[in-house]
């Protein structure tokens, strides 16, 4: 496959091209000169003798005479023509001479195409640097992919790391496009299409890339979106010039990024769907049932919101495979991490494993900015090496924001903040499976959060029971507690605490069976398609009665009540060691979790007992 590398044109070029015309133009013209000399002179050089040889034309006389040194050349001299008996004057000194016809054919000519060629050629540069900005409507059909060679991707699977499943199901894919014989010996076919599909920022696009680059076959790169034009029509043509191309081309590898932006479910909501979009999808099912497998030419997309695909996508024979790139757990984290970690030049003594476990439930690239953030950290501390403080900052200001340290808080409002975060994190060493407390703030954060309270969990949990769900609440709850108890009023500090106990609160009910009252029975719908909706019955509370709806709602206020009431109660027994706390927090900003558990430890409270 040939593929031309596009250069990039400057108008430097024409620039540089003019003056080198220039420069040979004039030393052509000191070499070859031509002396213009009045008729008269000629005449009194004829009569000293002087003129060597003439060339005569209608109009003018040109020849060569003697210098007045002997030790130079002949001139060349060029006169205009003025008595028309010039033969006999000639005759008369005895200077050889002949007579031609000018020709100005050519010099007519190219006084007209030189001009026009410069003209054609400076549009010709302006239209195609417009054409390359804006493309015009002969390019409208044609499609936008960009096209990558092998040595330009530059990624392999050693750039991946977190998604070993992922991988290993792409590895068959590679193995096809380097020895499709061994699959067509047997009369097995690839599947025509792979969908990944998995949260934003996983890595799905890198692994499309990854494997154009082992299996080193060209990559077609485009976006849903690209496909969709003002013009109906546009798109479809787009998709098969793309296939052409790919089936002109293969073995290649032809990417769709974010294909919901183009392959949603048609005609959803009992409204008719855009036009354009709706044929651009009508011809994406036909070109794929189109071509053949086994050709060489794989068909990859990515999606975070496969539920809202049109289902004729997802059938077998279309997009019939689809590899799930999930959010890294502990292991993928410090495999991502270590990845990364390799590129910064000064990296001080660091535990990957610890950093891990300070960042559960990022992703691939949460953790490409934490590195980097890290970095720029240090380089602005003016450090030798990036230290572990370092990334701790990093992620701090990834999850609550970047501090700010210059936003003016009068004392009452910090002594709030003081007493607000450390009922979080009093209650939340107070209860058994609780996360542990690393670090407690009042420094401002972000947009609101006047305070924080960093927990980090030792290992990733894919299952929570019922006593730590309620234990979170009451952590959750634990600044509100301690704003009461302290301050016998309460403040809108507890906005966000709120929403997220709630939520959970609300989950225990209706989606994990763990109300009293509720019973065991699933009241959450699940997200699916629209078009999946269509003629169901729909209550304004979901699919229960609003007697149910009713029962729900006491068993959430129950629940945050009841916790509450445990905040209160843990906080009441460790009085003393939140005001102790409450001044140290106050006049150094920020105190680690530590602290606060050997003040547990002097003061001699006990944890509670689990489900207390």
């Given at each position: ?27 052509l013209a000191a070499t070859y000169a031509v002396k213009t000399i009045p008729y008269s002179q000629f005449v009194q050089k004829l009569k000293q ?33 003025v008595a028309p008996d010039t033969s006999e004057l000639l005759d008369k000194y005895h200077v050889n001479y002949s007579a031609t016809i000018e ?510």
């Amino acid at each position: 496959m040939n593929l031309e590398k596009h250069h990039k044109i400057s108008i430097w070029y024409f620039i540089v091209g003019i003056w080198v015309v220039l420069i040979l133009q004039n030393y052509l013209a000191a070499t070859y000169a031509v002396k213009t000399i009045p008729y008269s002179q000629f005449v009194q050089k004829l009569k000293q003798g002087k003129i060597v040889e003439v060339s005569i034309t209608e109009k003018h006389i040109q020849g060569l005479m003697k210098p007045e040194s002997s030790s130079e050349k002949d001139i060349n001299f060029r006169t205009v023509r003025v008595a028309p008996d010039t033969s006999e004057l000639l005759d008369k000194y005895h200077v050889n001479y002949s007579a031609t016809i000018e020709s100005t054919f050519f010099r007519d000519i190219l006084s007209w195409i030189i001009p026009v060629l410069l003209f054609v050629g400076i549009w010709f540069f302006l239209m195609k640097r417009l054409t390359a900005q804006q493309p015009g409507f002969m390019s409208l059909g044609k499609n936008k992919a960009k096209v990558y060679k092998q040595e330009e991707i530059g990624v392999s699977f050693e750039d991946v790391a977190g998604v070993d499943e992922a991988v290993a199901e792409l590895v068959e894919v590679i193995d096809f496009l380097k020895n499709p014989e061994k699959y067509l010996e047997f009369g097995g076919s690839l599947p025509k299409g792979l969908l990944l599909v998995g949260p934003p920022g996983t890595g799905k696009t890198l692994l499309a890339k990854a494997v154009a680059g082992e299996s080193h076959v060209p990559f077609y790169s485009i976006s849903g979106s690209e496909f969709v034009e003002l013009f109906v029509g546009m798109g479809a043509a787009r998709v098969r010039d793309l296939f052409d191309q790919a089936s002109a081309n293969a073995p290649c590898i032809v990417f769709i990024d974010e294909l919901d932006a183009v392959g949603k479910a048609r005609g959803f909501g009992g409204v008719p769907g855009h036009d354009e979009r709706e044929q651009t999808l009508n011809q994406l099912l036909v070109e794929m049932d189109g071509f053949d497998p086994n050709i060489g030419v794989i068909l990859m997309a990515a999606t975070n919101r496969p539920e809202v695909l049109d289902p004729a996508l997802l059938r077998p024979g279309r997009f019939d495979r689809q590899v799930l790139v999930d959010r890294p757990d502990k292991q993928g984290r410090i495999a991502i991490l270590q990845v990364h970690l390799k590129k910064i030049k000064k990296l001080g003594d660091i535990d990957v494993e610890e950093l891990a476990n300070m960042t559960p439930g990022m992703v691939g690239a949460d953790l490409a900015s934490l590195v980097n953030e890290a970095t720029l950290l240090a380089v602005r501390g003016r450090n030798k090496t990036v230290e572990k403080e370092h990334f701790e900052e990093a992620v701090e200001r990834i999850v609550a924001g970047l501090e700010k340290k210059n936003r003016l808080i009068n004392p009452k409002e910090r002594k709030i903040v003081a007493y607000h975060e450390l009922g979080h994190a009093l209650v939340a060493l107070s209860i058994p499976g609780t996360d542990p407390v690393k670090k407690i703030t009042i420094v401002p954060r972000g947009i609101a959060a006047l305070g924080y309270t960093m927990q980090v969990p030792t290992e990733d949990r894919f299952l929570m029971t019922k006593t730590e769900l309620l234990g979170k609440i009451a952590s959750l709850l634990g600044g509100r507690a301690a704003e009461e108890m302290i301050f016998i009023d309460i403040s809108t500090g507890a906005h966000n605490d709120l929403a997220k106990a709630t939520d959970i609160a609300r989950s225990m009910v209706t989606e994990y069976g763990m109300g009293e009252k509720a019973g065991q029975v699933y009241y959450k719908k699940e997200p699916q398609a629209m078009f999946l909706q269509l003629g169901q019955g729909r209550t304004a509370t979901g699919e229960y009665s609003e007697e149910t709806a009713r029962v729900i709602d006491e068993e959430v206020r129950n629940i945050i009540d009841q916790q509450y009431a445990v905040a209160m109660k843990l906080l009441d027994e460790k009085r003393e060691i939140l005001e102790e706390a409450a001044t140290e927090l106050l006049e150094k900003e920020k105190i680690d979790g530590s602290y606060l558990e050997k003040l547990i430890k002097e003061k001699g409270t006990e944890k509670p007992l689990e489900g207390e």
